[in-house]
């Protein structure tokens, strides 16, 4: 069973930077991508960046030279470094696990596995 653990988030003011870390266990080395998502209330869930399978990444404009996704295979950790934080960034941040490839990376329904989430608040 695969198990994701996100940490890191917090409150920080407007220009301020954040890094979360989502460390993985279980059988995660057969995996197609593994990504960011943020849920703000009454918005829909929004794919941040990815990492695909030959270690490249993706990014959604909204967060485009504000945010680095990274990796360390040695920790079996996710992280993205968040910088230059805007009240809009305030959400719940999950990642993600994708085994099919099947979907557009940034569609949420087509992750099967997800961490319990960590609250990002940028205030003004």
């Known amino acids: 069973q695969v198990r994701l653990v996100e940490s890191g988030g917090g409150s920080v003011q407007t220009g301020g930077s954040l890094k979360l870390s989502c460390e993985a266990s279980?059988?995660?080395?057969?995996?197609?991508?593994m990504g960011w998502f943020r849920h703000a209330p009454g918005k829909k869930r929004e794919g941040l960046a990815v990492e695909r399978r030959d270690g490249s990444p993706l990014y959604a404009d909204s967060v485009k030279g504000r945010f680095t996704i990274s990796k360390d295979n040695a920790k079996n950790t996710l992280y993205l470094q968040m910088n230059s934080l805007k009240p809009e960034d305030t959400a719940m941040y999950y990642c993600a696990i994708d085994y099919t490839g099947g979907n557009w990376w940034y569609e949420a329904f087509g992750y099967q596995y997800w961490g319990q989430g960590t609250q990002v608040t940028v205030s003004s």
């Open positions: 279980g059988n995660t080395y057969r995996k197609f991508c």
